[in-house]
C-alpha cells in the first residue's frame, strides 16, 4: 500500500490491514479533497505518522503485531497529539472507553459508512483549525488560549486531544451554565446523541485527570456539567483520577 493521493485538506495516514476497506476509505477521504497515506502494518505505520506528520489519523484496532491501541499509545506518550479516529469491529463499551482514554478523538465501529468516518474527520478538523477569537479563558486555575489551542492549570501546560479541548473550551466559555450530555454532543461533536452520553462522561474523567484538582468541571446531578471558577474541590461522583468511570 502505502501510496499517497490527492492533498488539498491535508494528509490523513489510514493504517488498516483489510484491504478492501483501506480502498474505500482511500476513495471517499481523497474524493473530500484530503490527501491519503495507507500501511497496514503497525509498525510502518506508526514509522510514516512520525515522518509525514498528517492532520489526521485513521486506526484500526485489529491489527496484526503493532495494534492501533498501541499506536495511539506510543503516539500520545511522544507528545502527538494529531487527532486519531479509531476503526474496529468491537462493538463494545469498554473497548470505546479504552480508546478514548488513550486519547482517541473519534471511535467508529465496523461495518460503518464511509461518509460518515469522512464527516467526523472533517468534524474533528474544523474544530481544531483554531478559532478568531484569541482572547484567553480563565476559570479557577485553568488559562485556555482559544487561538493557539493550548492549555495550562497551575501554570503548567497540559496536553489535550482536539476534543478534549473543545469540550472543555466550550464548557469554559459559559461559566456557571449547566450543559446536558445532548447539549455537549451536538455542540462538541456535532451530532446529539451518536456517540452516546457515556462519550461525554469518558472525556470529562480525562480532561479531570489532567488537569488535576484545578479542574473546573462540576456535575450537575442528573443533568450534565458545568464549568465554575469556584475553588477547586473533589467530585464525589467523578473524582479528578478518572475514577468512577
Known sequence: MGEKTGDKRGLVVVVEDDRSIADIERLYLTRAGFGVHVEANGERGLAEIKRLRPVAVV????????????????????????????????DDEVDRILGLELGADDYVTKPFSPRELVARITGILRRTAGAPDTRALTVGEVTIDVHRRTVSASGC?????????????????????VFTRDQLL???????????????????AQLRAKLGEASP???????????TDAPPQRDPLHPPTGAGL
Open 59 to 90: 486506526l484500526d484496532v485489529g491489527l496484526p503485531g503493532l495494534d492501533g491501541i498501541m499506536i495511539c499509545r506510543l503516539m500520545r506518550d511522544a507528545g502527538d497529539w494529531t487527532p486519531v479516529v479509531f476503526v474496529t469491529a468491537r
Open 157 to 177: 501546560p497540559v496536553e489535550l486531544t482536539a476534543t478534549e479541548f473543545d469540550l472543555l473550551a466550550y464548557l469554559c466559555s459559559s461559566v456557571g451554565r
Open 186 to 204: 451536538s455542540a462538541v461533536w456535532g451530532q446529539a446523541n451518536y456517540s452516546g452520553a457515556r462519550t461525554v462522561d469518558v472525556h470529562v
Open 217 to 227: 468541571i462540576r456535575t450537575s446531578r442528573g443533568v450534565g456539567y458545568a464549568a
